[in-house]
């Protein structure tokens, strides 16, 4: 009983805990909600006089565009319409770019799909690769015990004298 | 307007540079080749030959230094003489432009930058073929590949893009003057900084490929190699920070960061060139993530080329189009030349990178470097795939779409969290394994400080399930404070720890002994400095969660509030110089009905030579460390003639600017030799020398228990 309770709250453990509790926090502050309305819907849409800037930030002298398209989306609030009907309205009257970012569906979707998808596979990539490095080197720990390197770190067959003095002050340098 | 002779000389001084980096290029790599086994055997001439050979390779790398030298000085010359008989200085200057934005004309458009890039890339090669001492052969290879990058970036000055082209017909009276957001302090510090990074990763990148090709035995290599790309590193990010803040003094829009593809792409090689740093001690350390490691750097080189491609090619729609051109192809070409030597290198090479261990524990500070480097590669891959996806889109769907802040800041900022989490766990883990009591250790003081910190924001309001406005953002923050308490505390912690093990062994009082302890440590202590100066960035950063905005017309008398602050506006007045109008309001500003300063900010418009007028924001700011008052004269409401004020008030974000201050000071720390190590490693030969014991091996530091 007192192993399993030892096994269970090993280092392995811990970090997988840490981890996995951070990755929730980090979805769910992924799927919270915004501002107000005008705010949050006004930041995600451009202006579109190819400034290059979110409508609510457009700040150049003369804009022919960004009072009336303030104007528009005030009415398009006004109207009581879903966050999705008037960006689909914006959309329907400046095009496609006119969204801050890719929020149409379909294809869209792929913008925000693939960084996500990246990240968990290279995670569960990385974890997999350190438990097959790890499970090889306690079988070659297990084949060859003898093996230890002058410092501990490279295999006594690597190191030579002329690196040995390179190598001790790599270690010093790099020491936690 | 008089004649000069300068853009014949700039010419000629071109051509000259592309002879003598192609001399370098060719007859270097072939004395390389007549100097391997294999060349020795077929040609059957002396090693010393080759040498010979490669000597005058190696000149002739130094001479077309002098060459670029020479042209740089040429486009200056011009610039400051007004010489407007030379295209690219009518186009980017004019007669009553300030001296100092005279010389920074020098970077302000296409061909001039592209000479930057190269005349700083030769700068870099004079350094190391100056210093090949270090290792002869190494760096003849490291010296022939970069050449091989400068004459790509000669050749497209030579042929595709020449700064010194001057076109028929009568000289211009005046020229079109430099672009208005340009003439700022910042931007004559900032380009050159950028591209000292950006060309800076060359170094390292044909000391790990020469490395490669040449089969380099050990990691010595990485040593040499080590100050290049620390320095490169910090070139980029002083170079980024001041972009940064340039955008956030002059484009007056609130911010400092658009996620603009320019901005993106001198992100992605920080992004990587900072995973390399670390990853790299792997290498030193342990022999491990060779492979990795060459990508790395290769990858780094690469996004400097792509990033450079992105934007100029026109690929990318980016409001930097003062940069735009037709150059692409050549990019194009290069950077598919560049990656297919790297990958047949690597190809026929590999068995040179056979890792000498293996990983052993999940908890160790070789898994914490691994994920810190999955970590930054993903935020990397985030921004790049941000940035190509609307070319992706109009391939798919026929249209384009905007990749704007919303996408970036959604994605990345938690990213950018966990990896701020991993800033404060990988220095706690001790390398090959941790054991469970030292983990306990080293991490109880953090989790308090975060739990602690986590408690006291949220009894001070920052709750952001209360938050319905603002919960996302909230969340955010509290999560970045939160974290940022932890690895503040380990930070000042590892730092404790050392310093009372050395007034232990000193007697001198905890400030002196913090002070020795860096001395003797500098690469590790500068380190933490700047893992310190990272967090005090992210504090900075998350401050934006409290924003708050106001925008009013203002004429004499009228009293805007914002946080504790009042602003009166005094006046409204117009002035004129010979380069610009300017209309600019004067505000006095009151915090908790004290008065503070005078502020006053400024529409300028600019009308210089022929062009059409320019107007430009001259932001009027209040920094303190609390909150930064941003005011901003908008423009005049053309109904009521009334000047529009907008005020921001941006709560902690003068922190991101001292942040890079900190990380600045702890790369001049890590960069810096270990002074103290050296006296007491000196002292230990006199002891020995003289037949007393030594103080212990390896020495007094070996004492300083680490985790």
């Known amino acids: 009983m007192r192993k399993l309770t030892h096994a269970r709250h090993g280092p392995v453990f811990w970090a997988r805990t840490v981890q996995t509790a951070l990755l929730c926090l980090i979805t769910m502050a992924m799927l919270g909600a915004g501002q107000s309305r005008f705010d949050r819907i006004g930041h995600e849409l451009m202006c579109s006089c190819s400034c290059g800037q979110v409508l609510l930030e457009c700040n150049h002298v003369g804009c022919p565009d960004s009072a009336r398209m303030i104007d528009e989306l005030r009415a398009q609030l006004a109207t009581g319409n879903s966050d999705t009907q008037i960006q689909q309205w914006f959309v329907t009257k400046y095009g496609a770019t006119v969204l801050a970012a890719p929020m149409r569906g379909g294809f869209d979707n792929v913008a925000w799909i693939v960084p996500i998808g990246v990240f968990l596979l290279a995670t569960i990539g990385t974890f997999v690769v350190v438990w097959l490095w790890k499970r090889r080197a306690l079988a070659m720990a297990a084949s060859m015990p003898a093996v230890g390197g002058v410092l501990g770190e490279f295999p006594a067959s690597q190191s030579n004298p002329q690196d040995a003095a390179l190598r001790e002050r790599i270690r010093r340098e790099t020491e936690y | ?707």
């Not at chain 2, 992105?310 to 150059?327: D, E, K, P």
């Not at chain 2, 009905?593 to 300028?604: A, N």
């Open chain 2, 1 to 707: 307007m008089i004649s000069h002779p300068m853009p014949e000389f700039g010419s000629y001084s071109l051509l000259l540079a592309l002879i003598f980096t192609g001399y370098n290029l060719l007859v270097g790599g072939f004395a390389l080749w007549g100097g391997s086994p294999s060349g020795l055997r077929i040609t059957r001439r002396p090693e010393a030959v080759w040498n010979r050979i490669g000597e005058t390779a190696r000149r002739a790398g130094i001479a077309s230094f002098v060459a670029l030298c020479c042209a740089a000085f040429a486009l200056v010359w011009a610039a400051f003489t007004n010489d407007f008989s030379v295209e690219y200085i009518r186009a980017h200057s004019n007669i009553a432009l300030n001296p100092a934005y005279k010389f920074a004309a020098l970077w302000s458009g296409q061909e001039g930058s592209l000479l930057l890039w190269a005349f700083l890339l030769s700068a870099y090669g004079f350094v190391l073929r100056v210093r090949h001492r270090v290792d002869v052969r190494l760096s003849a290879f490291a010296s022939v590949i970069l050449s091989g990058v400068q004459f790509f970036f000669v050749l497209l000055l030579c042929v595709g893009a020449p700064p010194f082209s001057t076109p028929p017909g009568p000289v211009p009276a005046d020229g079109a003057g430099l672009n208005p957001l340009l003439q700022y302090p910042e931007m004559v510090m900032h380009p050159p900084l950028l591209y000292l990074g950006y060309v800076g990763f060359s170094v390292p990148f044909a000391f790990a490929l020469g490395a490669l090709m040449m089969r380099y035995p050990g990691e010595k290599w990485i040593h040499i190699t080590r100050r290049w790309t620390m320095v490169t590193w910090l070139f980029l990010t002083v170079g980024i920070f001041m972009g940064a803040h340039w955008a956030y003094s002059v484009l007056g829009w609130g911010g400092y960061w658009g996620w603009d593809p320019v901005e993106n792409a001198s992100l992605m090689p920080w992004l990587t060139g900072t995973a390399f740093l670390h990853s790299v001690m792997m290498q030193e350390k342990r022999g491990m993530m060779k492979n990795w490691n060459v990508w790395l750097i290769f990858s780094t080189f690469l996004l400097t080329i792509l990033g450079t491609l992105l934007t100029r090619s026109g690929a990318v729609a980016s409001v930097h189009a003062f940069a735009q051109s037709a150059i692409g192809a050549w990019f194009y070409t290069f950077i598919v030349i560049a990656f297919a030597v790297c990958l047949f290198t690597f190809f026929f090479q590999r068995d040179h990178l056979k890792s000498e261990n293996k990983l052993e524990s999940l908890v160790s500070r070789e898994s914490s470097f691994l994920f810190n480097n999955l970590i930054l590669l993903v935020a990397c891959f985030t921004v790049l795939w941000g940035t190509l996806f609307p070319v992706l889109s109009e391939y798919v769907q026929g249209s384009k779409v905007t990749v704007g802040a919303p996408f970036y800041n959604r994605v990345n900022i938690p990213i950018g969290l966990f990896l701020l989490f991993l800033t404060g766990i990988g220095p706690l883990l001790a390398w090959r394994s941790t054991s469970l009591r030292s983990i306990r250790r080293n991490f109880i003081l953090p989790s308090i400080a975060m739990a602690a910190t986590a408690i006291a924001l949220m009894i001070s309001g920052v709750r952001p399930w209360n938050d319905g406005d603002d919960m996302q953002s909230t969340l955010f923050s509290l999560v970045a404070f939160t974290l940022s308490a932890g690895v503040i505390t380990a930070i000042v912690e590892e730092f404790l720890r050392g310093a009372n093990v050395v007034r232990t062994q000193t007697g001198k009082n905890i400030l002196s002994s913090t002070v020795l302890l860096v001395r003797r440590n500098t690469r590790r202590y500068g380190g933490y400095i700047i893992h310190f100066g990272i967090v005090v960035m992210f504090i900075g950063i998350a401050g934006g969660a409290f924003d708050q905005a106001r925008e009013m017309e203002m004429s004499y008398g009228d009293t805007l509030s914002i946080g504790g602050y009042t602003l009166i506006c005094r006046s409204i007045t117009q002035d004129s110089t010979p380069n610009y109008d300017t209309n600019f309001a004067v505000l006095d500003e009151y915090h908790n009905g004290k008065f503070v300063k005078q502020l006053s900010p400024e529409k300028r418009t600019y009308f210089p030579g022929t062009d059409h007028e320019q107007p430009s924001t001259i932001v009027a700011l209040h920094s303190t460390a609390q909150a930064d008052l941003y005011t901003v004269f908008e423009g005049t409401n053309p109904d009521t003639g009334r000047p529009i004020i907008k005020v921001i008030l941006h709560p902690l974000i003068a922190w991101i600017w001292i942040g890079v201050v900190i990380v600045v000071v702890g790369t001049f720390i890590a960069l810096a030799p270990n002074l103290v190590r050296t006296a007491v490693r000196q002292r230990q030969e006199e002891l020995a020398a003289v037949g007393h014991a030594p103080l212990g091996v390896p020495g007094v530091l070996a004492k300083v228990p680490h985790a």
